[in-house]
C-alpha cells in the first residue's frame, strides 16, 4: 500500500545515479515503501549534478504508474549561468525527456545573487515544451533577497521549488528554519509547491508536514532515507510517512 499516495502528500526521495546496480534496488525500495517521487542526481558531494542518460532510462522504466523522476539539470559545481552553459543544458532537457523522466530541478542566480530571470525563463519554456515539470532547487537559498526571488518563481511560473529556508551552504537544517518557511508558503499564494529539503528527519518531519495547512508542500529527504552503505531503507522512509500520516488525523 502507497501511504503516501493514500494521503494526498508528497514524499520525494533524492537518489545518487551511481552505482547503477544499487540504483535500481533504491528506486523500487523507495517507491514500494511509499514514496511518490525520486530526484535523480550525479555527484551529490557537490549539490547534484544531471546524471548519465542511462541512469534516468534506468528508472523511468520502474517508475509506478503514479511515480514522478525528477532529474536534476546542473553540469557545474555552482549556480551561475551563461551563454554556453545554457546551450549545454537545453541539449540536456531533450535528452532527459527522451530518456523518460517527468520532470527537472533547475536553478541560477547571477553575481547579485539575484534569479537569473531570462536565462531561468528560456529553460523553463524549453522544459514545459517537451512536458517535463520545473522545480527550481536550492539557488532559491543561494539568493539574497527570498522575498524578491519568491516573486520571480511566480512570475516564472515553476511547479516546485526546494529550500530549507535557510541560506545556501549555511548548514541549517530546515526544522531550524521553520518561520522562514511558513513565510515562503504565504508568499507562494499556494501557486508553487515547497518542496522541504535539508536535514528532514523521521522526527522533523511531523512539525514540517503540518505547514501543509499554508500551502501545497512535500518533503525532501536523502540522508535519513539511506543506511550507512547507501541502500534506500524502507523502514526509515515509512517513518517518515508514519509521522506523515499521523500528522494528518
Known amino acids: 500500500m502507497n501511504l503516501a499516495n493514500n ?3 508528497n514524499l520525494e526521495i533524492c537518489l545518487n545515479s551511481l552505482p547503477s546496480d544499487l540504483l535500481q534496488q533504491n528506486v523500487q525500495t523507495a517507491f514500494a515503501s511509499g514514496a511518490t517521487r525520486v530526484e535523480l ?3 551529490l558531494r557537490c549539490g547534484g549534478l544531471t546524471p548519465a542518460t542511462h541512469a534516468i532510462t534506468a528508472v523511468s522504466q520502474l517508475l509506478p504508474c503514479t511515480g514522478e523522476c525528477i532529474v536534476m539539470l546542473r553540469n557545474e559545481a555552482h549556480f ?8 549545454q543544458l537545453q541539449r540536456a532537457l531533450e535528452l532527459i ?8 530541478a533547475l536553478g541560477f542566480i547571477d ?3 539575484e534569479i537569473a530571470k531570462a536565462y531561468c525563463q528560456s529553460l523553463i519554456a524549453s522544459a514545459k515544451s517537451l512536458g517535463l515539470s520545473v522545480t527550481f ?3 532559491f537559498d543561494a539568493a539574497q533577497h527570498w522575498q524578491h526571488a519568491a516573486d520571480t518563481l511566480l512570475e516564472l ?3 516546485r521549488v526546494l529550500s530549507a529556508g535557510s541560506p545556501w551552504l549555511s548548514q541549517q537544517s530546515a526544522i531550524q528554519n521553520i518561520t522562514r518557511l511558513e513565510n515562503l508558503l504565504y508568499a507562494l499564494k499556494g501557486q508553487i509547491e515547497l518542496v522541504i529539503g535539508g536535514g528532514v528527519d523521521s522526527k522533523s518531519a511531523a512539525t514540517l508536514w503540518t505547514l501543509s495547512e499554508l500551502g501545497p508542500l512535500s518533503l525532501h529527504a536523502h540522508s535519513d532515507a539511506h543506511n550507512t552503505n547507501g541502500e534506500v531503507c524502507s523502514q526509515r522512509v515509512k517513518a517518515l510517512i508514519t509521522a506523515k500520516q499521523r500528522e494528518a488525523q
Open 157 to 159: 511560473g515553476v511547479d
Open 80 to 87: 551561475f549561468i551563461d551563454a554556453t552553459i545554457l546551450k
Open 41 to 43: 542526481c550525479s555527484n
Open 97 to 104: 525527456a527522451a530518456a523518460g523522466a517527468t520532470g527537472v
Open 7 to 9: 494521503s494526498g502528500k
Open 111 to 113: 553575481h547579485r545573487k
Open 137 to 139: 532547487h536550492r539557488a
